[in-house]
């Protein structure tokens, strides 16, 4: 828990990454953690040399509605250190692959339309983008949008 929270607090640093603007404990965490599973929501780890680099996780869009059950939504996050150095695809293939196992038919990923990183990592993993919300989020020193960026597992090539 603690490698995962400080690469989430690092996010929430970045000013781009989420929507939260205060950082977290490992504590308060706990209860976002208990939340998954890896039979149904699991969260995904890189490791490297004994180390979480980074981690991404599989969240129920709207839940509770049960013709929305093959749809997830799909988070990342990498440690600012270990970017770019194929940790982030090695966690998306690992999904894709869950994916038909786990009955999810449908991936979104929700961002904020400043987080210019996310989205090439995204399109180069074959997502589109299908919605955006303009000038939705406010932040104390800024107001941007959030998209919502999809991908049809059966399109996966």
């Known amino acids: 828990m603690p490698a995962i929270v400080e690469i989430y607090n690092q996010a929430i640093r970045s000013g781009v990454a989420t929507g939260h603007t205060r950082e977290f404990t490992p504590q308060?965490?706990?209860e976002?953690?208990?939340g998954f599973s890896r039979y149904d929501y699991p969260i995904y780890v890189a490791a490297y040399d004994k180390k979480i680099v980074g981690y991404a996780t599989l969240s129920p869009y709207r839940q509770g509605r049960q013709a929305m059950r093959s749809i997830a939504e799909v988070s990342f996050f990498l440690d600012e250190a270990?970017?770019?150095k194929g940790y982030g695809s090695g966690l998306m293939k690992r999904?894709?692959?869950d994916c038909p196992k786990l009955g999810i038919k449908?991936?979104?990923a929700v961002l904020l339309d400043i987080n210019k990183e996310s989205i090439s990592f995204l399109k180069k993993q074959g997502f589109k983008k299908w919605g955006h919300f303009r000038d939705v989020v406010e932040f104390e020193d800024k107001t941007c949008g959030q998209l919502i960026y999809g991908l049809?597992?059966?399109e996966l090539g």
């Open 106 to 108: 449908t991936l979104l």
């Open 28 to 30: 308060q965490r706990r």
């Open 152 to 154: 049809k597992i059966s």
């Open 95 to 97: 999904i894709f692959e």
């Open 82 to 84: 270990n970017r770019g």
């Open 32 to 34: 976002w953690y208990q």
